[in-house]
């Protein structure tokens, strides 16, 4: 057994810190363990030890943090969505900053030009939630994986999704048994009314019997096979597929999303921009309500004639022009404006950054919620030509680890030997 004095919140949700009682041979090794908080003082389980460090298993908490309280939701530790609500919301908050500022500062060995600056701390901690997945057991078991497994955990409710969705969860429950000879995954998506997003098992014949008990859960439904829409109606009218954007990119905190678009446009001041990954429209939308011209490069065709039907809806087609390339493609064609925004998937976007050029581009704000790889990603511009002038961060998903990060760059002129590497 181990003790293990806890310092601080390393991304994936564990507390790190080191050992201070065990064998000696471990003593003073870094150590991660699961449901601990900083500054705390705990008992654990050594699971894997490799020359560098160890991760542990919580058994005990010997001198518990001030911002320790006793989580709200049942499954907590058994669920493998949150990993944070043994900590209150402020410390989970400014755990968070921390592991940002330690991540940046000693594995991107980047100058910080302040701290990190945490906006909008009202933002509530349960119900944010307005899309879920869940999965659906051949034995009738509807929930999420069970943490580093394939086992689905039952879920009544979930605290951190909209009441909308818990409530349609308590309905979709009635149908199950009809269900899960043919379904697998379901994702429900609050609203008045909810759309229900359901995936057929592979296989699985659609026809008019597998439909219509399905139609019952909601006036707004979708119906997957094999990545296909099969079926989908909106208020209980048929729809084609483009006329949806269900099963693509999009926020799901919305007051979060809010103030993240607040922030973006706050920081992005020129009168042309080029957006990279621009979905349906989120921010290029926005900025073309204050008179920017936006040229929104997405490669996925639904979210650009959603998009593009948004545009032209909210009057503002003239200001919008959506493109449809990769990223990557679009870059290497050099044809930016001076302004760029940036929004990646979790893999960052090291395939554009490339090739920026701080004499043409002066301007950057790279919106992420990865944290690793926005890291290396600014370490990069950083070391061609670029300085980071703010970070912010927006706690869009509470009781995770996870946090949406807005970086602000301009052009400086100053290569750092080496930064880059």
Partial sequence: MLQVKIRALAYGGAGVGQVVAGPDAM????????FAAPGELVEAQALEETRSFVTASLTRVIEPS??????????????????????????QREAKRNMIESML???????????????????????????IGLHLAPDGRLGFYRTASGEVVDIEQCPIAHDSINATLTKLRAHIGALTSTVGGIEIEGGSPPRIRINLLEGAQID?????????????????????????????????????????FSQVN???????????????????????????????????????????????????????????????????????????KFAKRGQLNKHVLLDPPRSGAKGVVEYFDPQLTTDIVYVSCNLPSLTRDLKYLCGAGYSLCRIAAIDMFPQTHHVEIVATLRASNKVVPGAST
């Fill in 27 to 34: 003593l003073g090794k870094v150590c991660f363990v699961k």
């Fill in 66 to 91: 001030p911002e320790r309280r006793t989580a709200r939701c049942k499954y907590f530790g058994v669920c493998g969505g949150c990993d944070l609500q043994h900590l209150n919301i402020a410390g």
């Fill in 105 to 131: 500062t000693q594995q991107g060995k980047l100058s910080l030009p302040s701290k990190v600056i945490l906006l909008a701390p009202e933002l509530p901690e349960f119900g944010y939630r307005t899309r």
């Fill in 208 to 248: 008019s019997n597998t439909i219509e008990p399905l139609r019952s859960l909601s006036s707004d439904l979708v119906i997957y096979s094999n990545g296909q829409v099969v079926f989908a109606q909106v208020n209980n009218t048929e729809v084609s597929e483009n006329e949806l954007a269900v099963g693509h």
């Fill in 254 to 328: 919305e007051a979060g999303n809010n103030c993240l678009v607040s922030e973006v446009l706050a920081q992005l001041q020129g009168t042309h921009v080029t957006e990279f990954y621009a979905g349906a429209g989120n921010f290029s939308l926005a900025l073309a309500r204050r008179g920017t011209h936006v040229t929104a490069i997405e490669a996925d065709d639904v979210l650009i004639n959603l998009g593009n039907r948004l545009a032209q809806t909210s009057g503002l087609s003239s200001l919008v022009r959506f493109v449809r390339s990769s990223a990557e």
